[in-house]
């Protein structure tokens, strides 16, 4: 147990002792506990592994590789159709952890074996997705825009083509288009 993510396992919540059974396990599993993006996080070799988190309605592991993981047991979630490598398993109460038990430390484990062979999710190319013709136009108008988007990183660039794209009217995509600019031309991404 790492003292850095105790707050974490102290903190009042809905989900205080699923949480900290969810610990038990992986820590049972070998792994290190370490804190990322306030949550803990589960390591093997300094590769993330699980990462317990909380939400309103469950509390989950999400591993970070899930997708090439065997779920015979149907259990792994994929959180959003955008949501290419993670897959969470989903808790809403204690007894569900107890009864999951065996099948979550082998999840854990082929989560490790995972890693220690290096494989890697084939992850979709920011050129796979398509620019909005509302962000196109701007593009096209701005080569200062152009030049600022291309400059970010793949991730960051995702991030706005998804953003850009979920509204079903164009006024609502220009709309998301006009309020992003300056941020993209700062070099900053939709959530920096």
């Given amino acids: ?59 989950a592991l999400l591993f970070f590789k899930g997708a090439l993981l065997n779920d015979s047991r149907g259990i792994l979630v994929q959180q959003t159709e955008n949501v290419q490598a993670a897959r969470q398993i989903r808790f809403t109460n204690s007894r569900e952890i107890g009864k999951l038990e065996p099948a979550l430390k082998s999840t854990i484990y082929e989560a490790i074996e995972v890693e220690k062979a290096g494989l890697r999710v084939d992850l979709k190319k920011t050129a796979d997705y398509s620019i909005p013709d509302e962000f196109q136009t701007q593009l096209k108008k701005t080569p200062a825009l152009r030049k600022a988007f291309n400059a970010l990183t793949p991730g960051r660039q995702r991030a706005y083509l998804l953003y850009f794209s979920t509204p079903k009217q164009s006024r609502t995509r220009e709309a998301r288009v006009e309020k992003s600019m300056p941020q993209i031309l700062g070099g900053k991404g939709l959530n920096d």
Avoid: S
């Fill in 1 to 59: 147990m790492n003292p850095k993510v105790d707050f974490y396992f102290n903190k009042a919540n809905k989900w205080q002792a699923e949480i900290r059974k969810l610990r038990t396990i992986v820590l049972d599993c070998g792994l290190v506990e370490e804190l990322k993006w306030g949550a803990p996080c589960y390591t093997f070799q300094k590769k993330n592994i699980v990462l317990i988190h909380v939400f309103k309605d469950y509390c």
